[in-house]
C-alpha cells in the first residue's frame, strides 16, 4: 500500500490524516491538498504550484476559475439557484435551446452526474424499445463494450467487467450483454430483434484512452440504423472539445440518437449533466417517468449554458485539436523507451509505462514531485488531459517534465538501482 513520505509538510500531513480518519476509503489520492486553483495551475496548503493534467477527468475542460464561468455562478448566486421542476425557471430553457442547438438535436433531459444520465439514457432507450420499437415487455437489451466505464451506480457497475467496480455489489440489473470494443463484426453478430441499443463510449476513457479502429463508430450507426437499434454515445468524458471537435463522434461525422453528457458541461463549478436527442426518442417520456430534484436547477443551467456559449466560439476545440499535435509530438518518442504505448485523441493521452519502470501510480508520484498532476488507471497507464485552456509553453514543460521522469527511470534501470521513493 502506498505510505505518505516522511517529509512532507506538516500541515500536509494533518489535512491528509484528517480526511482519511473521515472520508471513506474508496479513493487512494495523491498526497498533495490542494486549496486554490486559476487556469491549468492549482496551489497547494504549502504555496507549491502544480500544472493539473487531469483536469478533473475532463470536468476541468475550462480550466479552473475560467472569469466567464464565474462570472456566470455569481450572478445567478444572487438571482436563485433552485426551483425543483415542479415550476418553471428562467435559465432551464435558454440552456437547453443552447445544449440542443449545439448538438444537433431537439431535447435535452437534464440530470446531474454522469451516472445519472447513463441511468437515464438506458430507461430511455427500454422506454423507447417498448412503446415504438414494440419490443415484448421485459425483453429490451442493451449491448455495451468490455472495457466500459459509465460510471458508479449498481445498474452501471453491473455490465462492467472491472473487478474493483462491480465485486460484490451485486445481484446487478439483467439486460445487458457485451462485446469487444472496437469490433463491429462482434456487434452486429450481437444484435438481436429485442435489442434496444448500443451503450459504448467513443473513445473509452477510463480503460486508457482507448480508440477504436477508424471507421468503426460510422459501421456501428450504420449497424443502429439498418436494425433499428439507438446509439448512445457516452460522451461524458470526451465531448465538449477534449479531442479537437466538440463531439469524439464528430471525428467520424457520426451522428449517435443519443449523447450523454456530464463533465465539462459544469464547468468545473457544479455537476451538470444531460440526455441530449431528438423528440421521436426522448419523447418517449411522460410527466412522471423520470426525474431529479436538482436536474435543471437555474445555478446548473446558467453554468451550463456559459459552457455551451464557449463551445459555440469553437476556440478551445481548436486549442485541442493544435495542442493535441503537439501532445502526440512530444509523447511518440517514449514508445519503446519507458512506453509500451502511447494513444492521443486531442489534448487527451494515455501511456502504458513499461512494467520495469514500474506502475503508473509510481509514475503519477514522480510526476507530482515534479509539480504535474496525473492520475494513474488500470495499473500501467497513465492519463494525460490538461486543461484546453493550457498554454502551449506550459504543455511543452509538462511534456519535459515526463521526459526526465522517465529519463530518470531508464537510468536507474540501466544502473540496476531500485525504486526511489515518488517524492524522494
Ligand atoms: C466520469 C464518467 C461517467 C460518470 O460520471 P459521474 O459524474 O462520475 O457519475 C460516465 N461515463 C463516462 C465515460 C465517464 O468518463
Known amino acids: 500500500m502506498h505510505v505518505h513520505p516522511p ?3 506538516p500541515a ?11 472520508v471513506a476509503h474508496n479513493y487512494e489520492p495523491l498526497p498533495i491538498v490542494i486549496a486554490s486553483g486559476e487556469g491549468a495551475w ?3 496548503i504549502e504555496g507549491r504550484r502544480y500544472l493539473d493534467c487531469l483536469a ?26 433552485l426551483t425543483s421542476r415542479a415550476f418553471y425557471n428562467d435559465q432551464l430553457g435558454p440552456f437547453a435551446a443552447a445544449l440542443a442547438n449545439l448538438a444537433g438535436k431537439q431535447l435535452v433531459l437534464p440530470m446531474n452526474t454522469g451516472a445519472e444520465a447513463v441511468e437515464t439514457g438506458i430507461k430511455v432507450a427500454r422506454a423507447w424499445a417498448y412503446r415504438v420499437k414494440g419490443v415484448p415487455a421485459g425483453e429490451a437489451s442493451i449491448i455495451v463494450a468490455h472495457g466500459n466505464f459509465h460510471g458508479r451506480t449498481t445498474t452501471i457497475v453491473g455490465f462492467s467487467d472491472d473487478a474493483d467496480a462491480r465485486d460484490d455489489f451485486g445481484p446487478f440489473t439483467p439486460g445487458f450483454t457485451a462485446v469487444p470494443f472496437g469490433d463491429a463484426e462482434a456487434l452486429a453478430a450481437a444484435i438481436t430483434p429485442n435489442t434496444a441499443a448500443v451503450l459504448i463510449e467513443p473513445i473509452q476513457g477510463e480503460a486508457g484512452v482507448v480508440i477504436p479502429p477508424a471507421g468503426y463508430l460510422r459501421r456501428v450507426r450504420e449497424l443502429c440504423t439498418e436494425h433499428n437499434v439507438l446509439f448512445i454515445a457516452d460522451e461524458i468524458q470526451t465531448g465538449l472539445g477534449r479531442t479537437g471537435h466538440t463531439f469524439a463522434c464528430d471525428r467520424e461525422d457520426v451522428v449517435p440518437d443519443l449523447y450523454l453528457l456530464g463533465k465539462a458541461l459544469g464547468g468545473g463549478i457544479v455537476p451538470v449533466s444531460a440526455v441530449v436527442g431528438d423528440a421521436a426518442v426522448l419523447g ?29 466560439l469553437g476556440t478551445v476545440q481548436e486549442r485541442a485539436r493544435i495542442l493535441g499535435e503537439r501532445l502526440e509530438a512530444g509523447l511518440a518518442g517514449l514508445v519503446g523507451n519507458g512506453a509500451t504505448a502511447v494513444r492521443v485523441a486531442g489534448l487527451w493521452a494515455g501511456i502504458d509505462i513499461d512494467p520495469r519502470l514500474g506502475t503508473g501510480r509510481h509514475i503519477s508520484e514522480l510526476l507530482l514531485a515534479r509539480g504535474v498532476l496525473v492520475k494513474d488507471t488500470h495499473g500501467q497507464t497513465i492519463r494525460l488531459a490538461p486543461p484546453l ?3 502551449a509553453s506550459e504543455l511543452a514543460w509538462a511534456l519535459e517534465q515526463v521526459q526526465l521522469v522517465i529519463d530518470d527511470e531508464l537510468a536507474r534501470i540501466r544502473d540496476g538501482l531500485p525504486h526511489t521513493h515518488g517524492l524522494g
Not at 475542460?61 to 439557484?81: I, V, W
Not at 417520456?285 to 435543471?296: A, E
Request: overall charge negative; proline content about 4%; hydrophobic content about 45%.
Open 7 to 9: 517529509h512532507l509538510d
Open 42 to 44: 492549482v496551489t497547494d
Open 284 to 312: 418517449v417520456l411522460q410527466p412522471g417517468q423520470h426525474g431529479s430534484t436538482f436536474g435543471g436547477n437555474p445555478l446548473a443551467a446558467a453554468v451550463g449554458h456559459r459552457v455551451v456559449q464557449l463551445l459555440e
Open 56 to 81: 478533473g477527468y475532463s470536468a476541468l475542460n475550462f480550466g479552473h476559475s475560467h472569469p466567464d464561468l464565474l462570472e456566470a455562478a455569481r450572478a445567478q448566486l444572487t438571482d436563485l439557484t
Open 12 to 22: 500536509t500531513i494533518a489535512a491528509i490524516a484528517q480526511e482519511r480518519a473521515h
Open 389 to 391: 485552456v493550457i498554454r
